[in-house]
């Protein structure tokens, strides 16, 4: 599926409207184009991960990363059935949790909560998966809508629930495997 940009602004967005993947036009606040944005915020603080020097070790994995997250932003941004257009497959979610128990078995056991920070990688990591819950959530809320349920790719939201998964495992293999995280003491500063 070739893409071809030859012009960056068009004013077709100027009153306050968008296209779609499959042509229609919708409100620039529609929860479909607030899905797939999220999305591609994500993938941008996934970009973070690697100019900040920290991709290091997961460098190749965060491209792989990024480069789904364009699939599964192509996914929200075409509505409809499944057909020959660009769909997230099983397949992906079934890598994603390929990566997960590699990383997962490297890993301290944990006793508490983890708070979000340590090394600079496992802080943008951390971030990287708040902002896919988010996407998650807008997701499942789009689904919600009665015009839209058979009109998003449930592959999405499985996806977007491992991806989360896999982010929180790598963040706390970039705090030394876990020995390096820092937990959450419940009640700690009550007085």
């Not at 499959?22 to 944005?37: I, M």
């Amino acid at each position: 599926m070739p893409v071809h940009l030859n012009r960056i602004y068009t004013r077709s967005g100027d009153d306050g409207t968008t296209g779609l993947g499959d042509g229609s036009r919708v409100p620039k606040h529609h929860l479909r184009v607030e899905a797939y944005g999220t999305v591609d915020e994500a993938n941008s603080v996934l970009g973070l991960v690697v100019a900040d020097g920290g991709g290091g070790a997961y460098r190749e994995l965060i491209l792989e990363l990024q480069n789904d997250l364009f699939d599964v932003g192509s996914d929200l941004c075409v509505p409809g059935e499944m057909g020959d257009r660009l769909r997230v497959p099983p397949e992906y979610t079934a890598r994603l949790e390929g990566h997960i128990d590699r990383f997962n078995g490297d890993l301290s056991p944990l006793n508490s909560f983890v708070l979000p920070g340590g090394t600079q990688t496992s802080a943008w990591l951390h971030l990287a998966r708040t902002v896919v819950r988010r996407a998650e959530r807008v997701v499942t809320a789009l689904r919600e809508v009665p015009s839209e349920t058979h009109r998003v790719n449930l592959e999405v939201v499985h996806y977007l629930n491992r991806l989360s998964d896999l982010l929180f495992v790598m963040a706390r293999h970039a705090n030394e495997r876990g020995r390096g995280d820092v937990l959450w003491q419940p009640g700690k500063n009550r007085r």
